[in-house]
């Protein structure tokens, strides 16, 4: 379950209706899987679960999820014509419903195509408009927003845990979680870590400079108020300033 | 790593034994959990309660929903107060004219602030844009009724849960009322203690209500729901202002809310698998917005007819 820290959870966000787990929580959930991309991805799949799948039409949430694939946040007016913009921006939409059993009622998957790129990932939307990220790439991941997350791609070898969380703490950065997975032995790995506050741009240099990291991927700001939210593709591949 | 109050006794000795009131013990919290002054926040605060402005304003002067199934009500509302109630004006009716207003808005897909979800958008300001004229209550004031909202909604969705989903209609006008409530007290000039007490019989009073939306749109029986959750969150302050105790400590309703929430079976949690939204008429007004375009087929609801 999230756990909920601000008074700004339960007062917002500003958004589109007509719900805020299946409107606001899927353009945050389409945000996300922009930014995990990195770029906006010319081709999607995107699998519906649960309370998603039976009701998506009636709640737009089809309409959300792609109008944050887009990179609108959670206010555009632009969300109810998210198909006509899709077609505009060169995005090809596929929307199935599953019937197998999930974990949470509203639940996404979706697998993104740019080119010979592809990811793929799932997330809840768990109310309010907060939303949980549960897999990237086939990691199990836990993303829930509640403190600063980036994401580390990185070849898994000896070593890469301890320098990438050496800067963080030479800087004073509390790590307040972190995860790491790997597909086997020596194939591409990630590590999740939320921080205490967010890393700052000079901190995220350093840590950029160790060479053998892969595709780092912040995602520190998109429970944030709507204009804050990413727009342009790659935004959230920089660790940005607190909104303060 | 600090973590928020666990329960609302937790906030309630803890302004007890600051002599502070629960908005400024939620604000304090707020600033040093989320690192930030208090200056943006009461700034991001007021940004919301103008969305709230412009939505109930909005909705007063006439919306019809995306689907087409929903509108026009606020407006019937407010005319038949204007041309004057049978029973005499009251604050409950000004208040379901601007929650009604609120919520056709959100079913319109128009812009608006969730309080805590969409579905229960109208509650919350259905009350605070009709209480703060009564109480001359100052601008400053209305954000402390947020914030106090705020804080009493992180308190039942940490405890239990504010999705429509997970927990059914309860959780979602059930708390936008309770949070109310608490926050109505105070703006009254009740005590830490008599908001407990009003969210907790504002929650009590709509346990175990189902989500269970005609045609999986968020408009019947919502809409409808979220002028009933003003009337309620209202009559448990005033109750709590007269010194009415719940005879149920707060913490224990919320986790009974959450508990109930669990025991739901999944028709009756936004699936439009049960309910209403299986009646005769639901079904034919699904059947009817298939036709339209407004709902593409395979709708849940048909396929499990055709089995």
């Known amino acids: ?244 | 790593m600090k973590l928020y109050p666990k329960n609302f006794a937790t906030a309630i000795h803890n302004c007890n034994l600051s002599g502070i009131s629960l908005s400024r013990y939620f604000l304090d919290i707020e600033i040093v959990l989320n690192e930030t002054p208090e200056a943006v926040i009461l700034k991001k605060m007021e940004k919301n309660l103008s969305v709230m402005e412009k939505a109930a304003a909005k909705g007063i002067a006439g919306v019809t929903s995306f689907s087409g199934l929903t509108g026009g009500d606020a407006k019937r509302l407010a005319a038949f107060r204007t041309k004057g109630s049978p029973f005499g004006d009251s604050l409950y009716l000004e208040g379901m004219i601007k929650s009604l207003a609120v919520n056709e808005v959100n079913a319109a897909m128009g812009v608006i602030c969730a309080t805590p979800t969409a579905g229960s958008s109208g509650v919350l300001p259905g009350v605070l844009l009709t209480i703060r004229d009564r109480l001359h209550l100052s601008r400053r004031a209305q954000i402390n009724f947020l914030i106090t909202a705020g804080g009493s909604g992180i308190l039942i969705a940490n405890q239990a849960s504010i999705s429509g989903a997970e927990g059914g209609c309860q959780a979602e006008v059930g708390s936008a009322s309770a949070m109310t409530a608490a926050a109505l007290v105070e703006a009254a000039g009740g005590t830490p203690s008599q908001s407990g007490h009003a969210l907790a019989i504002a929650l009590k009073n709509l346990l175990g209500l189902s989500c269970d939306p005609v045609a999986s749109l968020v408009e019947v029986p919502c809409i409808k729901r979220n002028a009933i959750g003003v009337v309620n969150a209202i009559a448990a302050a005033e109750m709590a202002l007269a010194g009415i105790e719940s005879r149920i400590p707060v913490d224990e309703v919320i986790q009974a809310m959450g508990s109930i929430g669990r025991m739901m079976p999944m028709a009756l949690r936004e699936t439009a698998l049960g309910g209403l939204a299986q009646t005769p008429t639901a079904c034919r007004m699904t059947s009817m917005l298939q036709e339209e375009g407004h709902i593409p087929w395979p709708f849940p609801a048909a396929r499990s007819d055709e089995r």
């Not at chain 1, 606001?24 to 389409?30: L, S």
């Not at chain 1, 913009?85 to 995005?91: C, N, Q, S, Y």
């Open chain 1, 1 to 244: 379950m999230a756990v909920f820290q601000s008074v700004f959870d339960i007062i917002g966000p500003v958004m589109v209706g007509p719900s805020s787990s299946h409107t606001a929580g899927a353009v945050r959930i389409g945000l996300a899987a922009r930014s995990i991309f990195g770029e906006q991805p010319e081709e999607v799949d995107i699998t519906l679960y649960g309370s998603f799948g039976h009701t998506y039409r009636g709640h737009g949430t089809d309409l959300a999820l792609i109008g944050g694939l887009l990179g609108r946040a959670t206010d555009s007016d632009e969300i109810r014509y998210a198909y006509d913009l899709a077609e505009k921006e060169g995005l090809k939409v596929n929307i199935k419903v599953s019937d197998r059993n999930v974990d949470h009622p509203n639940t996404a998957h979706i697998v993104m195509f740019a080119g010979d790129r592809s990811m793929n990932m799932t997330a809840c939307s768990v109310g309010g408009g907060m939303i949980n990220i549960i897999r990237i790439d086939g990691f199990r991941v836990r993303v829930s927003f509640d403190n600063p997350t980036v994401l580390f791609f990185y070849r898994d070898r000896t070593g890469m845990i301890a320098r990438v969380t050496r800067i963080l703490a030479d800087h004073s950065i509390n790590v307040s979680r972190m995860q790491v997975a790997r597909k086997e032995s020596g194939t591409q790995a990630l590590m999740t870590i939320a921080t205490d506050g967010i890393i700052p741009e000079r901190v995220m240099a350093e840590i950029r400079s160790i060479s053998e990291l892969g595709p780092i991927i912040s995602l520190s700001e998109l429970m944030r108020e709507p204009d804050q939210a990413p727009v342009n593709g790659s935004t959230a591949q920089e660790s940005r300033r607190p909104q303060s």
